[in-house]
């Protein structure tokens, strides 16, 4: 099968999808809408991907652009002939492939899609809901979005979850690893530092758990627009000494961050199925995370992992002071978060899920 592969930009998680792709007998030519200003990817494409030139992917994506790259788009489809287009962010990638023509089509949410750009204005909600009643099939990583996009206007029976998952080979427990709870307690964040991820929230509520518990550690991953303001609160709130900025991880490197906490924090306001949280799961790490839909699809509070109201940073204090008071949750949920990762975060099983929608797709076309 002949599949065009059309995202936004080039990270981690389009090297994910692609690596897959690339092992099976499908053949795809993968397409980027932008190059933004921040990389976050450093690996090839994959060898047997086939990237195709065109007049997107050498900027920022700009709306001005939206009729130029629309017309790009047809000719490449009648170069290439695909049998399925797989496209995503929705309002993006999906909004000009639909506008294209595009069929079979399956739109692919990346969950601040259709969380977050779906309700900006009136012109997104109309070109979200325009894209998904054009689409063939739908793809989700949480139920959440899903129920969104049904909402919009798509066939449910035309629908497939699947979180992406994590390599449980690669984020796995380090054997004999228990922590470093003798000596205090080590957090570890590696979400975005954009407004939507709330690092700030976990910023002001490590400032209150530092006054008190001088023992307990931030390990602070990443970097983003908000960077400033993060520092600036950590250092006024006289937390420094005990937060360590370790900048953009390879994903090979990851896991021994990961290994390296006690626990995994995540304050976002709007998510999927994060992937953080399922490699974090998958390595036997307890997670803490804020209270939304999606992360309720994940972490059972009390048993496999903590909840606190979002965007709470007294709330997210309180429950840190409560965890480290009871470190023995602490041993009982690495077992059970990664017990959470192989029942439901298993990447290679996952996968299969999205393939068999492109047959679904290609086959109701």
Not at 186 to 198: K, M, V
Request: charge should be neutral; hydrophobic fraction near 40%; aromatic fraction near 10%.
């Amino acid at each position: 099968m002949r599949v065009i592969y059309f995202s936004l930009d080039y990270t981690p998680h389009d090297h994910r999808f692609l690596s897959a792709l690339s092992e099976t007998e499908h053949r795809v030519y993968y397409l980027r809408l932008q190059r933004g200003a921040r990389q976050t990817e450093d690996r090839p494409v994959p060898e047997k991907i086939e990237q195709v030139l065109w007049k997107g992917g050498r900027r920022e994506f700009r709306w001005s652009d939206l009729a130029r790259l629309t017309l790009d788009f047809r000719r490449l489809m009648r170069k290439i002939k695909p049998e399925l287009v797989h496209a995503g962010p929705i309002q993006t990638c999906g909004f000009i492939a639909a506008l294209a023509g595009s069929h079979p089509l399956l739109t692919m949410s990346w969950g601040f899609d259709l969380m977050q750009d779906a309700e900006r204005s009136r012109l997104w909600r109309w070109a979200t809901r325009y894209t998904l009643r054009r689409s063939d099939f739908f793809a989700s990583d949480a139920e959440v979005t899903r129920q969104i996009a049904i909402a919009f206007g798509v066939n449910p029976d035309r629908t497939v979850v699947f979180p992406w998952g994590a390599d449980l080979e690669h984020f796995a427990p380090l054997p004999g690893n228990t922590g470093a709870l003798e000596n205090g307690i080590t957090l570890l964040c590696n979400r975005a530092w954009e407004p939507l991820y709330g690092v700030d929230v976990l910023a002001r509520a490590f400032v209150k758990v530092a006054q008190i518990r001088p023992e307990v550690s931030l390990l602070l991953l990443g970097d983003g627009s908000e960077g400033a303001a993060i520092r600036q609160i950590i250092e006024r709130g006289g937390a420094g000494e005990q937060v360590t900025f370790a900048g953009q991880i390879s994903q090979r490197d990851l896991p021994r961050y990961y290994h390296m906490a006690d626990l995994y924090v995540s304050a976002s306001h709007i998510d999927g199925s994060s992937v953080s949280l399922m490699e974090a799961l998958a390595c036997g790490l307890p997670c803490l995370v804020s209270d939304i839909p999606a992360n309720r699809e994940w972490v059972r509070d009390g048993e496999n992992g903590w909840l606190f109201p979002d965007g709470d940073a007294g709330a997210l204090a309180a429950r840190i002071i409560d965890i480290l008071e009871n470190r023995q949750g602490l041993t009982r949920v690495r077992h059970t978060a990664r017990a959470t990762a192989v029942e439901k975060a298993n990447w290679k099983h996952n996968f299969g899920k999205l393939l068999g929608a492109y047959e679904q797709a290609v086959k109701d076309a």
